[in-house]
């Protein structure tokens, strides 16, 4: 059961100290820190911060019940709301008077329901009857009004990724007027409504803040609207309907996801999924939104996987309570004490606890059978890589040839991406050489995410040890190999030597000369120089490659020296010297070269083969066999005469 927990809390949770009648907890979804407020701020502050190491400890003075209290971005200015009508304000801004000032809502009548900090020196109030946007100065302790709007309000929500405020108007709550903040200006977004199951008569407030949450997807802001099972319209269950919030243009209605069931829900965004967590069956489900389900409406989902439990997990147990032998003790799970926040928050106030929501890819591999299906579904996810090498090792474990069109789908969806990339790269590339202009600056360079699975990488962790299979057919190896080098020509990426290479050893290992030989005459396989250097070290085991190699270096016009070069460092001496026969360069090459590269063989009768050779050049071209000084042949004539002795040097001709 261990490996179908696709969900997990983070192994560090940030620890504060747990909610009771003296001390307060509080949580701020901009900055994700977690305020305990003991004795309302007169015993103590204490904030932590999922990256703070060290935790920001103060004390206020205790001017009544803090109803809400968070600090602007970079711990700046700390703002507290404790009545109806003001916020007050501390600063923290190093060398400034860590004085406190107030400052009441300009509305009459209107009560504060809370406020969001938009920047480090810009705040805005939610009242009843509006927003107020307003900048701080703290030189001169005191707030400048930067716009303001009217409009009843009955509950709000903010978006701290993207800067958007949520404000639930009319009597049932359910039209939602968006407002978007940016470098000191606040705009107003086309308001939309929330389809609700049922209007109630007479018309009271029916849409719940609990039932609505705000998170980016994908990159695009959603709002997700739970709409709870109506007997009235024969639902099968609750279901999470999704609306897209465009920075221009209007709200749609875009997803919907089918919970199948009714209850206590609540909602997170992990690696663009959205989690849903049901409290009386203490499981959660996961969606996709960008999986297509075949047999459904097009943006009608089901969950991507079974429902499973969060990962089981211990805590510490603190306090005089607690023995060394009962270090920890299993979290309870689902509890209702829960506190779940946007995008991948879970926090339980009453034991002081705040965890990340995580995901595990490993365990979704066994539960999602559909590798296709399976493969869409990593390749969108943030540590993919290393799962998916994992998905295509076992997939092809298998061995079967009906396995093979699998194979090709999977192969196929990872080299797309593959040249999505490549594409993004030579785009950029083409770009930034042009020189400046007003689109290079429009180009970022694309970031490579893990979904980029190139020819190494599954060269290095598939495809080299899978052909070094026993219990596997050699058929099957080949049609895998030759299945990755067809997807890769598909997309047009050229392929690397490397996997051309791993075919021909294949080949040569199970004696398939005649595929090798139809592979190379029908270029299946391309020409390349390291490829033709294999084929000329398999000439003593298939004769006609070496004149398939050589064929193969003619078509290339590669300069002969290069050609020679790379012969002699793969110590293909005889073959070196053949092909420089073959294209008539005998005369002139360096003889010191070719001697140097057969003493470095250790193959004594090489080296005599080498040095008679030219011996015999020298006797041809000159009448006499002896080197000349500038060829600094000496060191080569002294070991050939040291192993061979001085009688076996040819003797020029006598006339």
């Not at 024969?234 to 920075?247: F, I, K």
Request: aromatic share 10%; glycine share 4%.
């Amino acid at each position: 059961m261990d490996n179908e927990y696709y969900l997990e809390l983070s192994e560090n949770p940030v620890q504060f100290e747990n909610a009771s009648s003296v001390n307060n907890v509080f949580f701020d979804e901009a900055n994700k820190q977690v305020f305990a407020v003991r004795s309302g701020g007169a015993t103590g502050v204490v904030v932590k911060g999922p990256e703070d190491k060290s935790p920001i400890a103060f004390r206020m003075d205790d001017k009544g019940e803090v109803k809400c209290i968070k600090f602007s971005l970079g711990n700046k200015i700390l703002a507290v709301q404790r009545t109806p009508k003001s916020v007050d304000f501390i600063n923290f801004i190093p060398d400034y008077p860590h004085l406190e000032f107030s400052h009441e809502c300009k509305t009459k009548n209107a009560n504060v329901l809370g406020f969001c900090w938009t920047n480090w020196n810009e705040i805005v109030f939610v009242t009843d009857q509006g927003i107020e946007f307003y900048q701080v100065l703290p030189d001169k302790r005191t707030l400048k009004m930067l716009k303001s709007q009217s409009i009843n309000v009955n509950w709000y929500i903010y978006c701290p990724e993207t800067a958007v405020l949520l404000l639930s108007t009319t009597v049932q709550g359910s039209v939602l007027q968006p407002f978007a903040f940016k470098n000191g200006t606040m705009s107003k977004m086309p308001k939309f409504e929330i389809e609700l199951p049922m209007v109630p008569k007479p018309a009271k407030l029916s849409l719940s803040e609990r039932d609505i949450a705000v998170a980016s997807i994908y990159g695009e802001l959603y709002v997700m609207y739970l709409k709870h099972h109506s007997r009235s319209t024969n639902s099968s269950g609750a279901e999470v309907v999704l609306y897209h919030l465009p920075r221009e243009g209007p709200c749609k209605k875009t997803h919907v996801l089918k919970l199948n069931t009714t209850g206590k829900f609540a909602l997170n965004v992990v690696d663009n999924l959205v989690v849903v967590h049901h409290q009386s069956s203490q499981t959660s489900i996961i969606f996709d939104i960008k999986l297509r389900e075949p047999d459904c409406a097009m943006n009608v989902h089901q969950p991507v996987l079974p429902a499973r439990s969060i990962h089981p997990c211990k805590i510490p147990l603190t306090g005089p309570t607690a023995a060394p032998s009962q270090a920890s003790v299993p979290c309870e799970l689902y509890s209702s004490t829960w506190s779940v926040f946007q995008p991948d928050i879970i926090i339980s106030a009453s034991e002081g606890y705040l965890w990340y929501l995580q995901v595990k890819l490993q365990p979704t591999v066994n539960l999602l059978q559909d590798k296709g299906k399976l493969m869409d579904f990593l390749l969108r996810r943030r540590d993919c890589k290393m799962v998916i090498l994992s998905v295509c090792s076992q997939m092809l474990e298998g061995g079967e040839k009906g396995n093979l069109p699998v194979v090709a789908t999977v192969f196929d969806k990872l080299n797309q991406v593959y040249k999505e990339y490549l594409e993004a790269e030579q785009a950029y590339t083409v770009a930034m050489e042009s020189g400046p202009s007003r689109f290079s600056n429009s180009y970022k360079r694309p970031v490579r995410t893990q979904a980029v699975i190139d020819q190494s990488d599954m060269y290095t962790h598939v495809l080299s040890a899978f052909t070094e299979k026993k219990d596997v057919s050699h058929k099957f190896i080949i049609a895998v190999l030759m299945e990755y080098i067809r997807s890769l020509n598909q997309f047009q990426i050229t392929v690397q030597h490397y996997l051309y290479e791993l075919v021909i050893k294949t080949l040569v290992q199970h004696n398939l000369f005649y595929m090798l030989h139809q592979f190379l005459q029908y270029h299946v396989l391309s020409d390349s120089k390291p490829l033709a250097c294999l084929l000329l070290s398999l000439e003593s085991t298939y004769p006609p490659a070496h004149q398939l190699s050589l064929d193969m270096l003619k078509r290339l016009s590669t300069a002969n020296d290069e050609i020679v070069e790379v012969l002699l460092s793969k110590q293909q001496v005889l073959g070196a010297l053949r092909f420089v026969r073959s294209v008539g360069g005998h005369d002139n090459v360096s003889a010191r070269k070719f001697l140097d590269a057969a003493r470095q063989t250790n193959d004594t009768m090489l080296f005599y083969t080498i040095f008679r050779f030219f011996e015999q050049r020298n006797l041809r071209l000159r009448g006499n066999p002896a080197f000349n000084p500038g060829e600094h042949c000496e060191e080569h004539v002294a070991y050939f005469k040291e192993v061979f002795g001085e009688q076996t040097l040819m003797k020029a001709a006598t006339v």
